[in-house]
């Protein structure tokens, strides 16, 4: 079964520079959420989109920005990169609201 | 949003059951309880989400008590890749989406 695709899965960035993250939900899941995990950290929501609108929002920084486009596929926007800024970035899909999300394998973030 | 309380770690042996305890003292009565995993490297798994019966799957049982003010998610034979922190989550019911708040989760260890 399809599952939830992140690209690229590594990424290094260096300091003040901006980084784009993609996420493609499973098919036919109009939900996505993006959660961020530092190291030896649980993950941390960020925001999340329904229906291609943001449905709520999280400990996201203002120098990030995410989107929902019209095929359901999401992007995480982060500029001026930040050293703590390292750390995977996940991203999950569900359909509507039920219950079962289904995470990706994560885009790990190393920003040097 | 409603806290949940989980040992840090657990040890169980393998092919035996295993008992992870969440306390969740100030549910809501809207409030969904889920059961997350994740394993070293990868992105947090859906184990299974109830709200106020007992629920079964093929991976896990969830036990609710009956004042919902604490479950038990209940693998019958623990494998050893059943190793991973288990995150106990209390969601809203009727939300647009269903945002995950992590808390510490329990690591579970499983000896051979």
């Known amino acids: 079964a399809a599952g939830v695709i992140q690209s690229p899965r590594h990424l290094i960035k260096e300091k003040r520079e901006t980084a784009t993250l993609k996420c493609y939900p499973i098919?036919?899941?109009?939900?996505v959420y993006w959660y961020q995990q530092g190291p030896g950290q649980d993950p941390q929501f960020l925001i999340s989109?329904?229906?291609?609108?943001?449905?709520d929002k999280g400990s996201i920084p203002d120098r990030f920005s995410a989107q929902q486009f019209s095929d359901y596929h999401s992007e995480l926007n982060m500029s001026s990169l930040e050293l703590g800024d390292s750390a995977l970035y996940f991203c999950?899909?569900?359909?509507?609201?039920?219950?079962?999300?289904?995470f990706g394998q994560g885009t790990r973030l190393t920003v040097v | 949003d409603a806290k949940t309380t989980q040992p840090n770690s657990m040890e169980s042996n393998e092919e035996e059951p295993v008992h992870l305890p969440c306390n969740h003292s100030?549910?809501?009565?809207?409030?969904?309880i889920h059961w997350y995993r994740q394993l070293p490297s990868q992105g947090p798994e859906y184990v299974i989400h109830?709200?106020?019966s007992n629920v079964n799957n093929r991976m896990a049982s969830l036990a609710i008590a009956e004042d919902r003010k604490s479950s038990t998610l209940i693998l019958h034979r623990a494998t050893l890749r059943d190793a991973a922190v288990y995150y106990c989550?209390?969601?809203?019911?009727?939300?647009?989406?269903?945002?995950?708040?992590f808390g510490t989760g329990t690591l579970l260890a499983v000896q051979p």
């Open positions: 999950a899909s569900s359909l509507g609201s039920r219950p079962e999300a289904f």
């Open positions: 098919p036919r899941h109009d939900t």
């Open positions: 989109f329904y229906e291609k609108m943001q449905s």
């Open positions: 100030t549910i809501s009565g809207t409030d969904y």
């Open positions: 109830g709200l106020t």
């Open positions: 989550i209390l969601t809203f019911y009727g939300g647009a989406t269903n945002k995950l708040i």
